[in-house]
């Protein structure tokens, strides 16, 4: 930083400028989210093995699914992401009151996927489709729809579990914008967090047919 | 190396002593010294559990514990030094410390997630450490299921789990170096003038970013299958246990490269340092490193041709694994290249360099017996496949690291050690390696197998050689402590540059300042210009 020009407050002392710290988050961001995929790799790999081995009892057990809500949860999820771009758009061009608008629409809307999700999760309890001791299926399918519905509740609980986080970090991003850490000259935060909530968006849709959707035409 | 007026700098990043300014601190080299501290305690924690495994096999009948607790012996041995001291050692310790060097920036891209993955580093391992008081682990280091799952009935889950949190550490680690080296290198500092050390550095980030999520999901259902019977990998709930086995490899025959790649590093920065040399073929070395990280996540069913996979996957497999020799072997004769009519001086880390070009040829020779197919059905699960990949983790990853850290101690510290004493430590070091692990080859060969605490007597002269070995070693390993530890506080004063190399790490001060350069370096030349721009021996 050459003498006379004043550091940025959001500038950290070990960058040259803020261009060089903006593209090493979202740089970083991104290595971030290729380790997600890798993460979710593991249990697409486990879904797509044990699918292709019982295809009958995975589509048996996927209409135990409550398709309707699901799909509600996609167009909630899918309109999340919108409001987040729009976040982002409006941190770019330094309006802070839509800022705040667009993230508490996400934050609701990431709220409402997951009050739905658990509504789900209680119907499942209550059809006794919960793996374990009280699991009942129909004996034919017994063994490898509790497969199914196990690797339902580890996907979906940990795409849900993602959403909390996403949520949480929502919160700092209002808090930042809040108390004017997020300017026209800094607003990388926003950006990588928008980054995050529309890799978690995109895990549901893949989740959401592999899930729900099985063997219906 | 005389300490003539050679003073300490006045201000440098050891100058305050405080232990906030330690436990709060951002800066990179301050995170590698902890780093430090913390995998030398795993070390030599898990080299206890192997002395108790090498004094149980002195004699023939299983006397001196019970299956059982050997059971839980080797298994600890193994986490402890796979996930605690081989995969983190290089990269926190040297690789921390160098790399925002070596490329000219003041500090790795974020140095809050870099504290971050140290603090979490240590959770995790305290939390796999807790396992052990309450009740051990017996399953190997592999976590193999159903028994995993099913039947053991030791400390599964907190072992599990701490292995889980210290993935994340690898994680950031990974994520902050590819960052850091993307876009953090001073002007002038091309791809291609960055020092080997990156390069191998960069390759090991790409394999802990994508390669620790997959063990981390994988132990995660492990853990999800114990505690609410899943059955994802249990054939008794419909599950497939060898599933389990090629999610785990898809991760850990990698991260066999995330142990050796930093190590491979380490030398090329050695053999240049002390033949006065550049590497010969440097793009090729370079190159070497990305396909070796590649190429290693495509061999990891070499680990499972007696698991019940197709006999068509196994040849796929075994090719591929005769495929990763040709990277590792432009490596070794590259390095051997540069030392041909070089100007070779003996110091201790060219001692171990050396030492690591032998063992790791050893090693992976005999890796290459065991990618064939053949051979490895008759010498699966036996000590022949022990000493292999102690010929790769230890001859290889422990040999390099040591002789890293000999070399940049005067860096880290400021100050030299005990020349003699080192070299003898690393003659010790050399010799007590090859006489623990070579007669296992042969033991392996003859039919002993790995994991039982008793054995036929016939066996036993081999064994005996075995543990006297690892005796030599123990002490080869405890004499570095003792005299780096001195030489802290009494050991000579060195200048910038005590070994007269190139790189930007020999042109600031020894112990560095925090910032590293007081001005951002401009960077002219390639790596290695030892020809053009040798300084010679402060000496």
Redesign the interface.
Known sequence: MPDGVAHHPAL???F?DLD?QR??AT??MW??L???V??????F??YL??RSW?PEAFAEASHHLDIVLGTINTIVLITSSLTMALAVHAAQTNRRQLVFVFLVSTMALGATFLGIKGVEYFHKFEEQLI???NFEFEAQYF??A??FL??YF?MTGLHALHMIIGLGIMTWMLAWTWNGTITDAYHSPIEISGLYWHFVDIVWIFLFPLLYLIGRH | MSSRGVLLPAHHYLSDFGAASWLLTRDHKRVALMYLAAVTFFFFLGGAFAVLIRLELITPAGDLVSADTYNKLFTMHGVMMVFFFLIPAIPTVLGNFLIPIMIGAKDLAFPKLNLASLYIYVIGASCTTYAIITGGLDTGWTFYTPFSTASSTTAVIPAAVGIFITGFSSILTGLNFIVTIHRMRAPGMTWFRMPLFVWSHYATSLIMVLGTPVLAITLLMVAAERLFRFGLFDPALGGDPVLFQHLFWFYSHPAVYIMVLPAMGVISELVAAFCRKPVFGYTFVAFASLAIAVLGFLVWGHHMYVAGQSVYAALVFSFLSFMVAVPSAIKVFNWTATMYRGSISWDTPMLYAIGFIGLFTVGGLTGLFLAAVGLDVHVTDTYFIVAHFHYIMVGGTIMAYLGGLHYWWPKMSGRTYNELLARVSAAMVFFGFNLTFFPQFLLGYLGMPRRYHAYPDEFQVLNVLSSAGASLLGVGYLIPMVYLAWSLRYGKLVGSNPWGAVGLEWTISSPPPTENFAETPIVTWDAYEYATRVEGHVA
Do not use: D, M, W
Not at chain 1, 38 to 43: D, I, K, P, R, V
């Open positions: 950290a002392h070990h040259e060089q593209e090493a740089l970083g290595v971030f290729v380790t997600e890798l993460f979710f790799g593991g249990l790999a486990t093995v044990y019982y793996p374990g001791s063994q490898h509790q497969l196990s690797l580890v």
